[in-house]
């Protein structure tokens, strides 16, 4: 008898369950109505960037640069002394060398390549400057006869050192010189009737490190014009290997002490650098190292014009 519910309390139950039934019904509701109204608006705002975006799409500005092409001279009658020993090249070392047959080879390969590279980042150059020693002024002649380009003389770009001898400078080639050898060659008002190098003495370190710098300042300038122009502009100094190693060194600012060779180069090899013009800092600016002692043109099936065991010695 005591487990015996009475009907009336079974009543009461069964209503206070269907109660409850209809309370959880009505909240879960609740719940999913909140949990959608979020997700409706947010795709009604996806919708309407997604429409704001194909209506007017976000152009991304191209970056103009200004492209260095650097080209080592050939082989010159120095470096044949370095094959040697150190002791063998500075006892024997001429002021100002002229290139040898294999550095003529090394030239006319150049500048074949170069008037037909279909290289991507060789399409064209724009304008080519030379340093105003004997080595690289007969390297560009060939490579500026090639691309029907006339070629400036930059007398900033010579050599680390200078052209001395037994530490004594020496004036290098004349105006009237210059003129004879490579009468399209334009020439600065600072390649004189005596000469152009007017030192007392070989250039120390800290000078050539000085006037390299400025060679850098004046290739950002540029970069900053091509920036401010919206154009990109192509150039190659035809120049020597310690100038390469100290300009890349600066260029990049590795470091205050540019005496360690941490580029080298063959005779004619190619290095290939962007500078860009975005910091409003004058001194400095972004730089891109493409490809560095390119030889290709060099080294083939058919042809062996490089020394390839020999760098950093020649």
């Not at 487990?3 to 009505?26: D, R, T």
Request: with cysteine.
């Amino acid at each position: 008898i005591s487990h015996v519910q009475k009907p009336e309390a079974q009543g009461i139950e069964i209503e206070s369950s269907s109660m409850a039934l209809y309370c959880s019904i009505v909240i879960l509701l609740a719940l999913s109505l909140y949990t959608l109204m979020p997700l409706s608006a947010e795709a009604d705002s996806s919708a309407t960037c997604s429409t704001s975006t194909s209506a007017k799409p976000i152009m991304r500005q191209e970056k103009r640069r200004l492209r260095v092409l650097l080209i080592r001279h050939g082989e010159s009658q120095n470096n044949i002394l370095n094959e040697v020993s150190k002791e063998h090249y500075y006892k024997n070392r001429l002021s100002d060398p002229a290139l040898t047959e294999l550095g003529e080879a090394q030239a006319l390969a150049t500048a074949e390549f170069l008037k037909n590279a279909d290289h991507p980042l060789l399409q064209s150059i724009d304008d080519v400057f030379v340093s105003p020693c004997k080595r690289t002024l007969a390297t560009a002649h060939p490579i500026v006869t090639a691309m029907g380009i006339q070629p400036k003389v930059w007398t900033e770009i010579y050599e680390v050192g200078g052209v001395h001898e037994s530490n004594i400078g020496l004036p290098g080639m004349t105006r009237l010189e210059m003129q004879e050898l490579y009468p399209t060659y334009e020439l600065p008002s600072d390649v004189t009737d005596e000469g152009w190098y007017t030192h007392a003495t070989n250039e120390v370190h800290d000078v050539a490190v000085s006037r390299i710098r400025k060679v850098a300042y004046t290739l950002r300038s540029w970069a900053k014009e091509c920036s401010a122009q919206n154009r990109d502009r192509t150039v190659a100094l035809v120049v020597h290997g310690d100038f390469i190693n100290y300009l890349l060194q600066i260029l990049l600012e590795m470091g205050p002490d540019v005496r360690k060779a941490m580029f080298h180069s063959y005779n004619t090899a190619l290095h290939l650098v962007d500078v860009f013009g975005d910091d409003d800092d004058e001194r400095r600016s972004s730089v891109s190292v493409l490809f560095h002692n390119n030889v290709e043109h060099l080294v083939g099936v058919e042809k062996m014009l490089c020394k390839l065991d020999m760098i950093g010695r020649v």
